[in-house]
């Protein structure tokens, strides 16, 4: 959860391949990061366009990837939160991936 800082979208893809070359073989790689889309901070400088994070993945094995919106359980502040967390929209859109170097 930290890629969305990165100063531009060429610096957060050299970080998740950094990320990437200093995986061990066999090694767990776990990424999170916000998406494209969507109202953020400005201080979000790198956002994952759709698919994009499963693409850098292509070649490892993968044992979980998702691009959904996180639940932020405890920021419910009035009932019009409730339909958002129930249609799991409640928070920011995020990509996420799990994966083994082969």
């Given at each position: ?7 531009d979208?060429k ?19 776990l ?15 790198f ?5 994009e ?15 959904s ?34």
């Open positions: 959860m930290v890629v969305h800082f990165m100063n979208h610096s957060g893809i050299k970080a998740v391949r950094d990320i990437q070359s200093w995986t061990k073989p066999g090694g767990l790689s990424i999170t990061g916000y998406m494209s889309g969507q109202k953020l901070s400005k201080d979000y400088s956002l994952f366009e759709p698919k994070l499963t693409n850098l993945y292509r070649g490892w094995e993968v044992y979980w990837n998702q691009e919106y996180r639940l932020a359980i405890g920021r419910i502040y009035n009932f019009i939160d409730i339909p958002k967390l129930i249609l799991g929209k409640r928070g920011f859109k995020a990509a996420r991936i799990i994966a083994r170097k082969i």
